[in-house]
């Protein structure tokens, strides 16, 4: 029974490939792919030609990451402050590649590999492969993630290179709602994935702290809400929880 | 706004966008076990990460490019709340919350003439 049939073996590899990509017609790959419609109508409105954008979409790959790179480049910002700003934005991304990589690994799984399957994680298909990958044997799961990730980005890079000359001539009422998509998409995916408490108070806070610091310094406006906002959320919410320990 | 064109800005995106965001990724993945899930620091890290997010979807619902320039703040505002009670009525289902939301902007938007 565990003896490993290479032909076998190399044919349910495929299987799993297949079964990760079906994942393209899952709810939360659909959400995200109206929110890249959206994205594209806001690449269109800054004037950014589709062959980066659609570069954009398969190299960063997080949503958060490119708007913020979008208005980055909007607001003429310096190759570093970009740099800055989405590297802060995306600093999110390592603790949820660290939390995915043991559900993803085998002894025998090469780093290398895990490294380039990293590239696939954003936070649809961290959300999508955290709940599916347990019902997945664990030999297969590496190649379960590889079907949905690669099938995800190449779809959405196809679809922003498709849908970049229609956004221009959708209807107002058609491009003010995929424009909405993105930011209402972001509040209910981070509020549905949220496994701390520190995060909820960090979502309400940063929501507050945004416009606030656009309108004191709006050059750094980004980098100061998530820096003195996130602080706040995290004093308050370790505050909270040593009261709560030491009235326990 | 004229973007430039050619190969600096396929490098500027490379270098602000793809380094910036793969080397968490990487460094995500080489932490992998190690990375102690209930530290302090990196607790921080995360709300941090979590505020500077919120922030960009406030400047999105607040401060939107094309149409939705034009449109007035109470009718964003409201189709979020709105989407916001259907989400938590709806037991938390993204999906019911985001198509509410957007369901109301656009109900709102038609009803103003866009």
Same mark, same amino acid.
């Given at each position: !029974? ?7 073996d ?6 799993w490939?297949?079964? /990760?990509? @079906? ?7 659909i ?6 419609v959206?994205?594209?109508? &806001? ?10 954008v659609?570069? !954009?979409? /398969? ?12 208005s ?5 910002a ?13 600093v999110? +991304?390592?603790?949820?590649? =660290?939390?995915?990589?043991?559900e ?8 290398? *590999? *895990? &490294? ?10 961290w959300?999508f492969?955290?709940e ?5 044997? @664990? ?9 949905? %990730? ?6 959405? !890079? ?35 994935s ?15 702290a945004?416009? *606030? ?14 820096l003195?906002?996130?602080t ?8 909270w929880?040593? #009261? @709560?320990? #030491?009235?326990? | 706004m ?14 602000a ?10 460094l995500?993945?080489?932490?992998g076990?190690?990375? @102690? ?8 890290v995360?709300?941090v990460?979590?505020?500077?997010v919120? =922030?960009?979807?406030? #400047? $999105?619902?607040?401060?939107?490019? /094309?149409v +939705? ?5 109470? $009718?964003?505002?409201?189709a979020v709340?709105? /989407? ?5 009525l709806?037991?938390q289902?993204?999906a019911? %919350? ?6 109301? +902007? ?9």
């Open positions: !029974m565990n003896s490993v049939d290479p032909i076998e190399e044919r349910s590899s495929l299987v490939f297949l079964a /990760g990509a @079906r994942g393209i017609f899952s709810l939360p790959a959400i995200l792919m109206l929110s890249f959206g994205f594209c109508s &806001l690449t269109v409105q800054a004037g950014i030609p589709p062959g980066q659609v570069f !954009m979409t /398969g190299i960063v790959w997080a949503l958060p990451a490119k708007v913020i790179l979008v980055s480049i909007l607001s003429d310096s190759l570093a402050t970009a740099f800055l700003a989405v590297t802060l934005s995306s999110r +991304l390592m603790p949820m590649v =660290a939390a995915l990589v043991p993803l690994r085998t002894p025998k799984t090469p780093t290398w *590999l *895990l &490294l380039v399957l990293s590239h696939f994680i954003a936070i649809t298909a959300v492969a955290m599916r990958v347990q019902d997945v044997p @664990r030999q297969h799961r590496t190649t379960f993630f590889a079907g949905f %990730g690669i099938t995800l980005v190449a779809a959405n !890079m196809a679809l922003v290179g498709i849908v970049y000359r229609l956004v221009a001539d959708f209807p107002p009422v058609v491009a003010g709602c995929l424009f909405f998509l993105t930011p209402v998409y972001f509040l209910a995916s981070i509020w549905n949220a496994r701390h408490p520190v995060v909820y108070a960090a979502l309400a806070i940063g929501l507050v945004g416009p *606030l610091c656009y309108w004191i310094a709006p050059e750094f406006d980004i980098l100061l809400a998530g003195g906002g996130g706040i959320a995290w004093a308050g919410e370790r505050l929880r040593s #009261k @709560r320990e #030491k009235s326990a | 004229n973007w430039m064109d050619g190969w600096w800005a396929y490098a500027f995106i490379a270098i966008g793809w380094l910036a965001t793969d080397i968490w990724r990487w995500g993945v080489l932490a076990n190690r990375l @102690r899930d209930d530290s302090e620091a990196l607790n921080w995360r709300a990460a979590t505020a500077l919120a =922030a960009v979807i406030a #400047k $999105l619902i607040l401060y939107p490019t /094309g +939705l320039a034009q449109s007035p703040l109470w $009718l964003r505002l409201g709340a709105v /989407g916001a009670i259907a989400f938590f709806a037991r289902k993204p019911v %919350g985001i198509a509410t939301a957007v369901a109301a +902007l656009a109900v709102g938007l038609w009803w103003l003439g866009f």
